[in-house]
């Protein structure tokens, strides 16, 4: 536990030698000021806070240090860094590993949110690629913490991912051990037939874990077309992300309120987008045995659903159907996204 919510992290560049005063004398006033809110994933924990400084090249492949141990779920912390500098944050929580693409430093005070519901697939790391007619998947961003701009994994979560062509199954495998560091024990490969053709990817994946209620569950089913390419090409995979309002500290909604529900699209780095002509969004409070429509209107980039979550406690579970204009498909299935009590 951190003996203080402050945390000083702040990095001072010298060119031409080591001065002989290597003092570095920061003013907070001078400082970006980051007031951090870390939640609890539906029951107590204990989670270590992360930073490093930003690998333009490789995002998430920085060395990332402890600031202060670990700290009580749900918490939070001050901290103060150096401007004009990019941090990459995290925030490991038992098996659970988030952390973002990196924040450039602005002298003056935000704020950020940490382990938020909802947990599930995110691209801010490569997904997939077809190079000739050899394809690989990584489900390596299949636990992200909410949030624009952030990935994540749970080594804990065990499951499979399968790859089929016109129905038939071409190549399936085991994912377990999954972590960001070792991506390679999250993957799959398999060969493909020449030319094109119409292909489903399905990944299923759960956990059962001390450290969070949510995200027992997640799946996902894209659909698309593949063609033999003369390079690498990234597979043209979506994930739909989530962002609650009004949750609590343990990510929690009140029994019998409404939920205003913004989500949108992230796409697999380097494919190309088209844009999404449909989204239908489901929800269930009985963790999946039934579902319910929910309408949901376009704002901005994005879209809103306002959910009716159950009067007693409990969980809400969503399922989003997604397709574009190329005719590009997913159905995403997040059991227990939040919690209700």
């Known amino acids: 536990m951190s003996p203080s919510p402050y945390v000083y992290d702040l990095v001072d560049r010298r060119t031409d030698g080591i001065p002989d005063n290597p ?55 001050i901290q ?36 938020a519901a909802v947990t599930g697939p995110s691209f801010l790391l490569p997904g997939g690629s077809r190079t000739g007619d050899q394809l690989t998947f990584s489900a390596v961003g299949l636990f992200a913490g909410a949030g624009a701009g952030r990935t994540g994994s749970d080594a804990a979560a065990t499951g499979t991912a399968t790859l089929a062509k016109d129905g038939k199954v071409l190549a399936t495998t085991d994912i377990a051990d999954c972590e960001v560091y070792q991506a390679e024990e999250c993957e799959l490969h398999a060969g493909l037939p020449a030319g094109s053709g119409a292909y489903t990817l399905s990944t299923s994946m759960r956990r059962q874990v001390p450290h969070s209620t949510l995200s027992t569950g997640v799946d996902a089913v894209w659909t698309f077309r593949s063609a033999t390419t003369a390079k690498e090409q990234p597979l043209p995979l979506m994930a739909v992300r989530y962002s609650p309002a009004g949750l609590d500290e343990s990510n929690r909604a009140k029994p019998g309120s409404t939920t205003r529900l913004p989500l949108w699209i992230e796409r697999n780095p380097g494919s190309t987008g088209a844009e999404a002509t449909s989204v239908r969004l489901e929800m269930s409070s009985d963790d999946g045995a039934n579902w319910r429509r929910i309408p949901v209107v376009r704002t901005g980039s994005g879209w809103t659903a306002t959910l009716p979550n159950p009067r007693t406690a409990g969980f809400v579970s969503l399922r989003a159907v997604v397709t574009d204009t190329a005719g590009t498909g997913l159905t995403q299935t997040i059991t227990r996204a939040y919690a209700v009590g």
Do not use: C
């Open 23 to 77: 003092t570095y004398n920061a003013k907070q006033k001078e400082l970006a000021k980051v007031s951090t809110t870390y939640r609890a994933s539906g029951v107590a924990a204990t989670g270590m806070p992360t930073a490093a400084l930003h690998n333009r090249k490789f995002p998430g492949a920085s060395y990332s240090s402890s600031l202060v141990g670990d700290i009580p779920l749900p918490g939070t912390l």
């Open 80 to 115: 103060y860094r150096t401007p004009g500098v990019t941090y990459e944050s995290g925030l490991q929580v038992g098996t659970a590993l988030t952390f973002d693409g990196g924040t450039l430093m602005k002298r003056g005070q935000t704020s950020e949110v940490w382990n």
